[in-house]
């Protein structure tokens, strides 16, 4: 019996394709609002949970695009909700969120808004306060999920906010849209030819690996293990995990390396230390670093949060396996409010 969970990984090509063919109503509004960057001294972004590592990846994904023209942090919707961080003035606010009703994202929100700065929202509820709150809000009413853990939320509103970003800055959006759509039907395939070969459900510790936006998404696929499969699963820069990290490597860790071009090489050597440790290490890149890798077309972080889909796969396998239910995690409910 196929979990909700299971199903709605499945359906991401397909709302990628949606998304697609709607983006030019979907973004209008915020891209109108965010046209000349520039003008803004912050573009930030802040959200809680899954959509704060959405945040994550946003953020640095613009930050490389703009090179430097635009600034552009990143929050957890607590930093902002209680003061921890004040935005400039002349910043903008945008928040994620699933359900558009996480109390601290739109707590964030009405704080900057009282600060004067402007706000907008990217989530999966154009009836939620999130989207009332804010100046400007993109809305994916289509992506509606059943199960606790997001999912295609997550890299829905990823893959909106990433086109949107590369339409700031003139991109060749609809090519870059068309592939991803490819990209993620392919991943999805390969990850699970690669899986039921590799079998990620009989490790016990999971350990995923990446710069920048990979970084993000690896963060994001720390959460989607632990939450899906109860089961210790962290993240670092890939290096960095030789400092440290890399003592509690065993025969029962997997390593998955998102790689990006700039590193590969170091990314390659960083495979080969945990592999001798006794670890195993899958790869996800443009060219192999290891031999069980899943190579996707591009290295250049625009593809980051499809490089989550494996590991999505990854937690509902191990979830499975330990006869858990992916769709309920224990101790979480859709929602946090309060
Ligand atoms: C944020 C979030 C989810 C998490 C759980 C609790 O939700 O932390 O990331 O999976 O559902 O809420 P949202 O603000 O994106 O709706």
């Keep these: 019996m196929t979990t909700k969970t299971e199903k709605e990984i499945n359906e991401q090509p397909e709302k990628f394709g949606r998304i697609l063919k709607e983006y030019d109503v979907i973004s209008h509004d915020l891209l109108s609002f965010l046209k000349d960057a520039e003008k803004f001294s912050e573009i930030d972004f802040v959200g809680c949970g899954s959509s704060y590592y959405l945040a994550m990846g946003l953020s640095s994904h613009l930050n490389r695009l703009s090179k430097g023209k635009v600034i552009s942090k990143y929050f957890s919707g607590s930093e902002v909700?209680?003061?921890?961080?004040?935005?400039?003035?002349?910043?903008?606010?945008?928040?994620i969120s699933r359900s558009g009703e996480s109390s601290e994202t739109v707590m964030a929100l009405r704080k900057a808004k009282e600060n004067g700065v402007k706000t907008c929202a990217i989530t999966c509820n154009s009836k939620s306060e999130l989207a009332n709150i804010a100046d400007i809000s993109s809305?994916?009413?289509?992506?509606?999920?059943?199960?606790?853990?997001?999912?295609?939320?997550f890299t829905s509103m990823a893959f909106l906010g990433t086109s949107i970003i590369r339409d700031l800055f003139d991109r060749d959006l609809k090519d870059y849209m068309k592939s991803i759509q490819n990209i993620s039907s392919k991943i999805l395939e390969d990850s699970k030819i690669l899986f039921?070969?590799?079998?990620?459900?009989?490790?016990?510790?999971f350990v995923f690996l990446g710069y920048d936006e990979y970084f993000a998404s690896s963060m994001e696929g720390v959460i989607k293990v632990s939450e899906t499969s109860l089961t210790p699963a962290e993240a670092y820069q890939t290096l960095e995990y030789r400092h440290g990290p890399k003592s509690k490597v065993n025969n029962k860790t997997l390593a998955v390396i998102l790689s990006n071009d700039l590193m590969k090489l170091e990314e390659e050597k960083m495979a080969k230390e945990i592999e001798k440790l006794g670890g195993s290490v899958i790869g996800i890149s443009r060219s192999n670093i290891v031999v069980n890798s899943l190579i996707v077309p591009v290295g250049d972080f625009s593809d980051w949060f499809v490089r989550v889909i494996p590991l999505q796969i990854i937690g509902v396998r191990k979830s499975l396996k330990k006869g858990l239910s992916p769709d309920e995690p224990k101790n979480l409910t859709k929602v946090v409010k309060f």
């Design 196 to 205: 039921d070969k590799v079998k990620p459900e009989n490790y016990e510790h």
């Design 139 to 153: 809305n994916l009413d289509f992506v509606s999920e059943e199960s606790v853990v997001m999912t295609q939320s």
């Design 81 to 95: 909700a209680f003061d921890l961080r004040t935005l400039p003035k002349d910043a903008v606010l945008i928040g």
